[in-house]
């Protein structure tokens, strides 16, 4: 069965338009402003990635919407609800940062009682484990402990973790760090596999050819949001832009060229 004949259900039944919808959100670490008046949404069928340098405070914005992390000011509505509420958390996958599989578990285990956790259970947990362990090219390696696996591997296990409820909405936090350009490649055919399944999918990167070959609007955040834009938009507005370093401050700078 192919991925798009199991999710397909889940799309029709699930919430169409708006999933995320984040209105002028602040969040502080002492004196640090990691988020200052963020405003963004993310809608059924759409991929939208945050982009920004180190720092920039796009882990701390995705961990309030996965609930982790409650916002000082500002509101956030995740498919109609508080991101807190238990039934968004079982309709949502999240693949956090800092996140590993469980390392004495076989593959199968590990994907299987993530299905467990959320509420999934007998023939649509093991067709829809099986169907994305062999997506992801990791049926071979099924009954492997997750601690034998590759850190590619290991990265694409916690996305088959994160989607074996069929979530509505999905949040990753750097999907692809470590993974070969093969693997990559395979990351972005199923997360497009998703979109076009009406799923409302936020990612976060450091990777400009990622959000550009993926993304149906990205948002620049450096604390704020510096620009938000379709692919071709940011082409246009910052293609004649070029950032330089200034090796004696350390410093960056932006100058324009000439065409
Ligand atoms: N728990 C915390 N306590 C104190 N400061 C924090 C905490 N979490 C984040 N920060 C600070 O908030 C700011 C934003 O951090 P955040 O991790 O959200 O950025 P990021 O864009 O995800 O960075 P990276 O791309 O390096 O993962 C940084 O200055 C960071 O040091």
Same mark, same amino acid.
């Given at each position: 069965m192919t991925l798009r004949g199991i999710f397909y259900p889940y799309f029709v039944s699930s919430v169409m338009g708006l999933l995320l919808k984040i209105s002028d959100v602040w969040k502080s670490f002492g004196n640090v402003v990691a988020n200052e008046g963020v405003s963004m949404e993310v809608r059924s069928g759409e991929i939208v990635s945050l982009l920004g340098p180190n720092g920039a405070g796009k882990t701390t914005l995705v961990m309030q919407i996965y609930g982790e992390l409650k916002p000082d000011k500002g509101k956030i509505s995740l498919l109609g609800k508080s991101p807190t509420d238990s039934l968004v958390k079982r309709r #949502? +996958? %999240?693949i956090p940062q800092e996140c590993s599989p469980y390392s004495d578990l076989s593959v199968w285990d590990n994907v299987y009682y993530a299905g467990?956790?959320? !509420? %999934?259970?007998g023939h649509v947990l093991r067709t829809t484990a &099986?169907?994305? $362990? =062999?997506?992801l090219g990791l049926w071979e390696k099924r009954n492997s402990l997750a601690d034998e696996l590759s850190g !590619?591997? *290991? *990265?694409?296990? $916690?996305? +088959? #973790?994160? $989607?074996?409820n069929q979530p509505d909405f999905v %949040?990753?936090?750097e999907p692809t760090v470590g993974l070969d350009p093969?693997?990559? *490649? &395979? %990351?972005?055919?199923? $997360? =497009? &596999?998703? *979109?076009? &399944? +009406?799923? !409302?999918?936020?990612?976060t990167t450091h990777y400009l050819d990622e959000a550009e070959k993926l993304s149906d609007r990205i948002y620049f955040l450096n604390r704020k949001v510096i620009y938000a834009g379709t692919p071709a938009e940011i082409k246009e507005k910052f293609s004649d832009w070029y950032e330089v370093v200034d090796y004696s401050t350390g410093k960056s700078i932006r100058v324009r060229g000439t065409r």
């Open positions: #949502m +996958g %999240v467990r956790l959320k !509420g %999934v259970k &099986e169907t994305l $362990l =062999q997506r !590619g591997m *290991r *990265r694409k296990l $916690l996305i +088959g #973790m994160a $989607l074996i %949040v990753l936090d093969s693997s990559r *490649r &395979e %990351v972005w055919d199923l $997360l =497009q &596999e998703l *979109r076009k &399944e +009406g799923k !409302g999918i936020l990612l």
